[in-house]
């Protein structure tokens, strides 16, 4: 490099000296020739430490005065921050001495130590003054070792107050990293770390700024901290800009890493301050109300004991009176058990006199009808446009009935009867009467869809089933029996209740009339049924046509024999059982 100056502008000697800014190196030149104004030097410069090989700025020629001043001034301020931080590490490490638990007071402590030293490290001002031939490798590997080591502690502080505000493994990351590169600055050539150093800036930047904002803008800081936050954390983030900037000659100006390091421990510093005199107010209440409850003991304790003397007289007192509620309320629980149970049992007889008197209603009226008068206390009178009315006569009743007594008469006709009954439920056909030996029903009295007429049907092919096996068993047992014709005819009907004391259910219309007619013209064991019976239930029966005969009022009728059920819808050979298919297509399932 060449560089000229007009030496008119030195008026104080021809002794001159140069600083080459960055590496603080001087050195003292004499004028070569003094008759002339100008003189040309030749320097040659070399670093084998830094990642910015080159003169940082340009070579100043100045006075002795002035370079003893551009010495002294910056002897003077190293000192003074390095002298300040000692203190406040001093300062915290008492802390520690008093206050062992304290880990945040000894990380501090430490973070504070090696900041006062890499101040005289980075500034170089202080050692190069005591220690002229120092040599430069050294200074480079402390400048390195505070570099990579201090921000360590400062997490470790930071993680102690804020540990749970700041997650812990990115501050375990940048602890391991920092030990690391700490523990390695000796393995490899000091020119490596001038460009890990670089990035490790970068990142401890990017670090910082995320640390602060979780502190900000976490609910639990008051606003005075938040204040003395932002302003450390704006010094830091300015200072660590600037001289990565400056450094890297990406900008001119002067290294304010000392003044801002020196500011942030101060700031820090009030903040543990402020920590420490908040805890010792809190301890001194503590110990003001310690001092005043042993001062005070043994009033407190009659206090108390009076206390807890009334209150136990008066829970004694509670005590007794909820026993005696509780004795009543004993005695009022077994009433009401013995009212409950007798409240049960009147229940239990009503329910059965409910059943028995509904079953004897239902075994009465149809089942509708039945429903109607319990809820309405009367039953409409009712038309329906086609209902299959059902006749039974017994044949030779009256012969017959002269060969029994009238227990045994009464006895078999109920027996028939009930047996009647219990076929008609089970095809939900309703029973209308008895008059003397014959029996009447009809299927259809219902708003049930339903093929009604295959319903009655398969009611009277159960009966005459029945009346066949009872004949046979009272044959065996050389007893008379009943034989009986049925008939059945399909037509509409008016239904009622008529009487007022004894009520009684019937259906009339000449339907009925034309059904009794049916069965007065029925042969003994058959079923016979009209035509309009045939036509809703032949696809189910196989029947047997009679022809048309003459009944009342020179009435001809086609009548039909029932066989059997078909034997696609029987579920037995004989075809007296119905199928479930047949059940399911006439609505009767």
């Not at 009334?310 to 009433?335: C, H, P, T, V, Y």
């Not at 219990?422 to 008895?434: G, R, S």
């Not at 009339?513 to 029966?541: D, L, P, R, T, W």
Request: aromatic residues 14%; charged residues 25%.
């Amino acid at each position: 490099m060449d560089s000229n100056i007009d030496m008119e502008e030195v008026t104080l000697s021809n002794e001159f000296s140069f600083n080459i800014e960055g590496q603080w190196d001087f050195f003292s030149l004499k004028l070569l020739n003094e008759n002339t104004k100008s003189n040309d030097f030749f320097i040659q410069y070399s670093d084998f430490y830094h990642v910015n090989k080159k003169m940082n700025s340009q070579i100043l020629f100045i006075s002795q005065k002035v370079l003893h001043n551009s010495i002294i001034f910056p002897f003077v301020f190293e000192l003074i921050f390095f002298g300040g931080l000692l203190v406040v590490a001093l300062y915290h490490f008492g802390l520690v001495i008093i206050r062992k638990y304290d880990l945040s007071a000894f990380y501090f402590a430490v973070f504070s130590a090696i900041i006062s030293l890499r101040i005289l490290f980075k500034g170089q001002e202080v050692i190069m003054n005591i220690f002229p031939g120092v040599d430069r490798e050294i200074l480079l590997i402390g400048d390195y070792l505070t570099l990579f080591l201090s921000p360590v502690f400062l997490i470790l502080f930071i993680n102690e107050l804020y540990q749970k505000e700041v997650p812990v493994k990115l501050f375990k990351f940048f602890i391991i990293l920092g030990v690391l590169l700490t523990v390695s600055v000796e393995i490899y050539h000091i020119e490596f770390y001038s460009y890990v150093a670089y990035a490790y800036r970068i990142l401890l930047l990017l670090l910082f700024i995320y640390i602060f904002y979780t502190l900000i803008k976490s609910p639990k800081r008051e606003i005075k901290e938040i204040v003395v936050l932002l302003g450390s954390g704006l010094i830091i983030f300015l200072v660590m800009f600037n001289d990565i900037f400056f450094r890297y000659d990406i900008i001119n100006g002067w290294g304010l890493l000392p003044l801002g390091l020196f500011l942030f421990v101060l700031i820090q510093s009030f903040l543990i301050s402020i920590r420490n005199a908040r805890i010792q107010g809190e301890n001194f209440d503590l110990a003001v109300k310690l001092d005043y409850n042993k001062a005070n003991l043994e009033k407190i304790v009659k206090q108390r004991t009076d206390q807890l003397i009334s209150r136990n007289k008066e829970i004694g007192e509670q005590w007794e009176k909820l026993k005696a509620i509780n004795a009543k309320l004993e005695k009022q629980k077994k009433d009401l058990q013995e009212q409950r149970a007798e409240m049960k049992r009147i229940n239990g007889l009503l329910e059965v006199e409910k059943i028995k008197s509904e079953r004897l209603l239902f075994n009465i009226l149809p089942r509708e009808i039945a429903e109607e008068l319990k809820t309405e206390g009367v039953a409409t009178t009712k038309k329906f446009s086609n209902v299959s009315v059902l006749f039974t006569d017994f044949q030779d009743f009256f012969t017959i009935s002269q060969g029994l007594n009238p227990e045994e008469l009464v006895e078999e006709l109920h027996y028939c009867f009930s047996n009647f009954d219990d076929i008609l439920e089970k095809y939900q056909v309703d029973k209308i009467k008895t008059i003397g030996d014959a029996y009447m029903c009809a299927g259809g009295l219902t708003n049930k869809p339903g093929n009604w007429a295959v319903a009655t049907v398969l009611a009277a092919l159960e009966i005459r089933n029945f009346l066949e096996k009872y004949k046979l068993s009272r044959e065996k047992a050389d007893k008379p029996y009943f034989k009986a014709r049925i008939g059945v005819h399909s037509g509409p009907v008016i239904s009622g209740v008529v009487g007022k004391s004894k009520f009684a259910f019937d259906i009339w219309g000449h339907t009925v009339n034309i059904a009794s007619y049916i069965e007065s013209e029925c042969e003994v064991g058959m079923v016979n049924i009209s035509y309009n019976v045939y036509n809703q239930v032949k696809h189910y029966f196989e029947c047997e046509s009679r022809g048309k005969i003459s009944v009342g009022h020179k009435t001809d009728i086609e009548m039909f024999y029932v066989k059997m059920i078909k034997p696609d819808y029987s579920a037995d050979a004989h075809g007296l059982i119905p199928s479930d298919l047949m059940l399911k297509e006439c609505g009767l399932l």
